[in-house]
């Protein structure tokens, strides 16, 4: 079970305890407030009240054997680099932060930051390709522009086979899977006589470029 420190338990913070606890880590959640410590301490294994900014108090509760921390601490600049500074400095192996802005996280980086977070950011990227993409379920970045994007089968394709759908040859597609809606079950790496079916879920990698052509086709 991999052990994680998110310390701040602001709505971030404690939605990702939460999801960390039901995919079975184990969870160690830190934050100064105690009516928001009140609030989680029935949903994780270990929360505590405490002051990320004080060197003393992390060390009393996170040690180098943990898998990762998740540093959240709103907007507050200040605390977020003093709590990571601590981090590294505890050796934890890999730390993640929440970022404000581009100098917040060349800072954040310098003093032991791994990754950084940057919430709004992410989720306004995510809703514009489920605005422009209408057939997105949900994508992947992978490398440069290519990214691994999971598509609803466009109804014209119901029926066709694998190598008759033009998804390779006009769209310089690879379709790495199919999924079912209705069950869920993956076909992996389809062959060019496979049908495809108004269920199935495509899971493709390609340009972004010719993953927008493909994904506007009714």
Not at 14 to 39: W, Y
Not at 112 to 136: N, Q, S, V
Not at 159 to 172: E, H, Y
Not at 202 to 212: N, P, Y
Request: charged share 25%; with cysteine; net charge negative.
């Amino acid at each position: 079970m991999r052990q994680v420190a998110v310390i701040g338990l602001g709505q971030f913070g404690t939605n990702l305890a939460r999801v960390l606890t039901e995919l079975h880590c184990e969870v160690l959640a830190i934050d100064s407030s105690e009516a928001r410590v009140a609030d989680l301490r029935d949903d994780v294994h270990r929360v505590l009240i405490g002051d990320a900014r004080d060197m003393e108090v992390l060390q009393s509760v996170v040690s180098s054997s943990i898998d990762e921390a998740v540093v959240s601490l709103g907007e507050s600049m200040e605390a977020s680099i003093l709590c990571t500074l601590h981090l590294s400095q505890i050796g934890v192996k890999r730390i993640r932060t929440k970022a404000v802005n581009e100098d917040h996280a060349l800072i954040l980086k310098a003093v032991g930051a791994h990754d950084l977070i940057f919430p709004e950011k992410e989720t306004a990227e995510r809703t514009a390709r489920r605005i422009a993409y209408p057939t997105l379920l949900d994508y992947f970045p992978f490398a440069e522009d290519y990214r691994i994007m999971e598509l609803r089968l466009p109804s014209k394709l119901a029926g066709v086979k694998l190598g008759d759908s033009s998804i390779r040859s006009s769209f310089n597609l690879l379709l790495l899977a199919t999924k079912s809606a209705s069950t869920g079950q993956f076909r992996f790496m389809p062959g060019a006589d496979d049908l495809l079916t108004e269920d199935d879920i495509l899971i493709v990698l390609g340009q972004e470029v010719d993953l927008a052509r493909f994904s506007v086709i009714e």
